[in-house]
């Protein structure tokens, strides 16, 4: 069921639909980044608002390199590029728990273009 959720949660931010990105959450999610912590929908929404808007907005050119699943854990390692902003390397850890997110970590590499 991971894989499920995984390949929902890929499909939803293809589209850039943060709502249908929401409900692979629960307000016990957590979401880590680099020097942040989020925690509950909330703040998970405004994450990916900022993200689907901002940094990687429809359009923009999103490449998926690998993507692992071993029972309830998830790996993904991606690079993408938009008009404002570069990420040559990013990847995501995932925890799943009753098919839903509840630890999501992203390590990446943010280059804003001049």
Not at 57 to 79: A, R, T
Request: hydrophobic share 40%; net charge negative.
């Amino acid at each position: 069921m991971s894989e499920i959720t995984l390949d929902h949660h890929l499909y939803s931010f293809g589209e850039r639909d943060v709502d249908a990105l929401l409900e692979d959450y629960t307000e016990d999610s957590t979401i880590i980044i680099p020097n942040t912590i989020m925690k509950g929908l909330d703040e998970i929404k405004d994450f990916f608002t900022n993200l689907t808007t901002e940094i990687l907005p429809p359009g923009c050119d999103f490449e998926l390199l690998e993507k692992v699943v071993d029972g309830n854990i998830g790996y993904l390692v991606w690079h993408a590029e938009s008009e404002d902003y570069k990420i040559p390397f990013a990847s995501d850890t995932f925890v799943f728990e009753d098919e839903k997110i509840l630890v999501q970590t992203v390590a990446f590499i943010l280059h804003k273009k001049q």
